[in-house]
């Protein structure tokens, strides 16, 4: 079965079509200014040139059509039509407590992630306009939702609980919801395979570090605690993202520049993480770059975010007595070779070790750990779009 994969943002939209029985990528793409003029779609066929092409494009049905068209083009596309598309997997962000699972979207489906727009406004709206554009334009095939908090509603209370008023939980949903979910459960399936043991014998810490980025704890297959909370946030120091801070710093910032509490929210969320202490970037490859040119508050920058990343792995260490597997992915987890070695530097005691050598790689599945060490340490590239094309083959056919 070939199965399209849709994650659409506010004003861009990435896709990819897989051939199920083997897996693989046929096509993918990006549609980006939706909405906003020089709007365009880059679209590449596996094994050809990719190719731009510049449409004006209002919305987000625009866009669906012209990836439609695109997929099913006579020289760049990979089907005749699209009956030959089996069903259609959409990423959506929130899934508050509605869904512990990928659904197949039916109309109840729609009005439980519309209930859900209150906790992820800037995401949740633009994932509906896609799903709202695909059912008009293949109306007879099935969609599948594929939500980043799932994996996470697995968490006990006591991970997921905030010690405020118990009504701000019950009247507002305010608890730990966790993100990432499909790239943690993609890589937690993938260590199990690497180890050649059973998840359910397994206990896993996953270090999703990316721009945005998070750490998750797994025991026997099931997320028991992550790093993200009530929204993306919390938790580990991210490129532009603060992470954990001290609730009382938010007031009084807004207080001492004179700015709302959504300004002050803004700057934990755009202006801080390593951006914020480096003043240099967000980008891992930049901070490095400056690092080199003895850049005091680069090194500071990537210090603090080694040393939150370590704060995690012990925490959940301790959480699940012991743990078999550290795994490293997404953009800085996968690339940076100097990050892995801050964080997994001096934990020997505690049985983490990597080799230096083997940790000399990019981007390709590769066991890093020293020989004799109690817990492996393991890079895996991530691949969100194979698991929600997973997620949605499996719903589909159990049809
Ligand atoms: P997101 O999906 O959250 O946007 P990614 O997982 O794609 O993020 O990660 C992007 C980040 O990965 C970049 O901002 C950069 O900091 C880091 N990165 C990418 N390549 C490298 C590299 N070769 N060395 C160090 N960091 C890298």
Redesign the pocket.
Known sequence: MKILVINCGSSSLKYQVLDMTTEEVLCKGIVERIGIEGSFIGHEKIGLEKKKTLIPMEDHKDAIAQVLKAVQDEEYGVVKSLDEIGAVGHRVVHAGEKYADSVIIDDSVIKALEECTELAPLHNPPNLAGIAACRQLMPNTPMVGVFDTAFHQSMPPESYIYALPYEYYTKYGIRRYGFHGTSHKYVAEKAAEVLNVELEDLKLITC??????SVSAIKRGKCIDTSMGFTPLEGLVM?TRSGDIDPAIVSFIANKEGITHEEANEILNKKSGVLGISGVS???????TAVADGDERAILALKVFAHKVRFYIGAYMAEMNGCDAIIFT??????????RELICHDLGNIGIKIDPLKNKV??KLTMISDEGAKIKVILIP?NEELMIARDTLKLVKGK
């Open positions: 999703h570090l990316g721009n945005g980025a490129g967000s980008d891992f490859r930049d901070l490095e997404a953009g800085v987890g996968e690339n940076d070779i100097m990050m990019k981007g991530t």
